[in-house]
């Protein structure tokens, strides 16, 4: 069956910093991984997906992911956080032959402090 | 363009009632998607349409629960006999590949039962 594990609840960064938000998952076969984010009384917004290719995927707002295949991760990540990037991060997967469905980690609120 | 919409945005309701959800897709998506997402959870996989196919169920909680798309176009999710547990941000997304694509997600309806 299908997993994502997302180990943080919250993760708390000052303005300016590097942030990582942890993701792991579990599927059979070649994984599509996504990352989506969602503001308060918002919709999820997509951040970006690895797929196939390069494992260093980036997209908007200035993150990006790293497809680390023999540790079954894929890890968000931003050189140097806003405040404006606090938000509810997820986390998911889809497996080939799933029809695109996606399952979801738990998220991770992300606080960033000036 | 125009993003996936969805109606109502809140819905108030006594319990055993029916309640039915409304989500209009980004035109010439072919592939739509239901989910649901608890308080301080993650997304729930609830059912999944492509074109003319069958749709995929598996993640309808119970048979209270059911969902019908005409074509590629308008979806609408249907509780039956509400219950408490029901209480929950109902979301929709479409995405415009038969293979794993990015889907937009809309804005969710939230709905309360009391």
């Known amino acids: 069956a299908q997993s994502v594990a997302q180990p943080e609840d919250q993760v708390n960064v000052a303005e300016g910093n590097p942030l990582t938000v942890k993701c792991t998952y579990s599927?059979?076969?070649?994984?599509?991984l996504f990352w989506y984010v969602q503001y308060p009384n918002r919709g999820l917004q997509f951040l970006l997906k690895?797929?196939?290719?390069?494992?260093l995927v980036k997209g908007s707002y200035g993150f990006e992911a790293e497809f680390n295949k023999s540790q079954t991760s894929f890890h968000l990540k931003k050189p140097s956080a806003l405040v404006s990037d606090s938000a509810l991060y997820f986390c998911?997967?889809?497996?080939?032959?799933?029809?695109?469905?996606?399952?979801f980690g738990q998220g991770t609120e992300l606080s960033v402090k000036p | 363009g125009a993003g996936v919409s969805q109606s109502p945005s809140n819905k108030v309701t006594e319990k055993g009632k029916d309640v039915e959800l409304r989500c209009d897709p980004i035109?010439?998506?072919?592939?739509l998607y239901w989910y649901r997402q608890r308080l301080g959870q993650g997304l729930e996989f609830l059912i999944y349409?492509?074109?003319?196919?069958?749709?995929?169920k598996s993640g309808l909680p119970s048979d209270r629960f059911s969902a019908e798309r005409t074509g590629e176009s308008v979806s609408t999710l249907t509780i039956q006999r509400t219950q408490q547990e029901d209480s929950a941000v109902y979301l929709c997304?479409?995405?415009?590949?038969?293979?794993?694509?990015?889907?937009?997600f809309g804005p969710g309806t939230r709905l309360l039962v009391l």
């Open positions: 997304a479409s995405s415009p590949t038969r293979r794993v694509g990015t889907q937009y």
């Open positions: 599927v059979s076969g070649n994984p599509y």
């Open positions: 690895y797929i196939t290719g390069d494992n």
């Open positions: 998911a997967v889809s497996g080939y032959n799933q029809g695109g469905k996606l399952i």
């Open positions: 035109s010439g998506h072919t592939a």
């Open positions: 349409f492509q074109g003319n196919s069958a749709p995929d």
